[in-house]
């Protein structure tokens, strides 16, 4: 998956992963996991997601990082936030009403030296990548992160020679290789999504909610 085929797929408006309203899965649990307010939570492949703003309104400092420049501009525009601008790294930085987005590409994260943040929120972000990606973007997630102790994950699975990705299937096996050896890991919900990402003929198709703990 290279970077030019998500900034077609913004230009096109084909996000059929946008959600348009807080995470349902979001909403539901994220209140029981004991995050302590005014903590930084790092949003990874943040598109234009309602979560962001649903996170600040939680009373956290919510950082976006996300590729496609026309995703934070709708972001802001869509809240109705004229955002502050500057030059962090590589990174063209976004600011308002809490939430700060990041233009640019994840895997250069470490750039940013964001030694403040304690929890992760990943939403379409982890099965947006191909496997090998997965694992570099999981290793480098743990490393550019020297705090990071909570990882709220959603992932889907299904029968990946059925369709190709992404999203990407991504059963528990492949979530323990990738962080079990720093993480306890919780599964907190499993069932069929509530909406599908595409018109399929999938066997089957199941959502999870995982809390990843240090
Ligand atoms: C499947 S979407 C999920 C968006 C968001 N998490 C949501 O729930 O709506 C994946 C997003 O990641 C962005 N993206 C893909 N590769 C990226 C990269 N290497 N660095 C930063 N963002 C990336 C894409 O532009 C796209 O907006």
Known sequence: ?????????????????????????????????????????????????????????????????????????????????????????????????????????????????LDEVGVVYDRAALIAFPPELRRSYAAMLQEALPELKQLFLITLEYPQAEMSGPPFSVAEDEIRTLYGAQFGIEQLAHAEPERRFRQTTLSYLTESAWWLKK
């Open 1 to 113: 998956m290279d970077k030019q085929f998500w900034l077609d797929k913004w230009h096109k408006g084909e996000i059929g992963f946008h959600e348009g309203q807080p995470n349902s899965l979001l909403e539901q649990h994220w209140s029981t996991l004991g995050v302590a307010a005014g903590s930084a939570v790092l949003v990874p492949l943040c598109g234009k997601a309602q979560d962001l703003r649903w996170l600040a309104e939680q009373g956290l400092r919510v950082i976006g990082i996300e590729l496609a420049q026309t995703a934070i501009e709708a972001f802001f525009a869509e809240q109705g936030w004229v955002p502050e601008r500057d030059e962090q790294g590589p990174y063209q930085r976004y600011r308002a009403g809490g939430v700060e987005l990041y233009c640019g590409d994840i895997f250069d994260l470490p750039a940013l030296a």
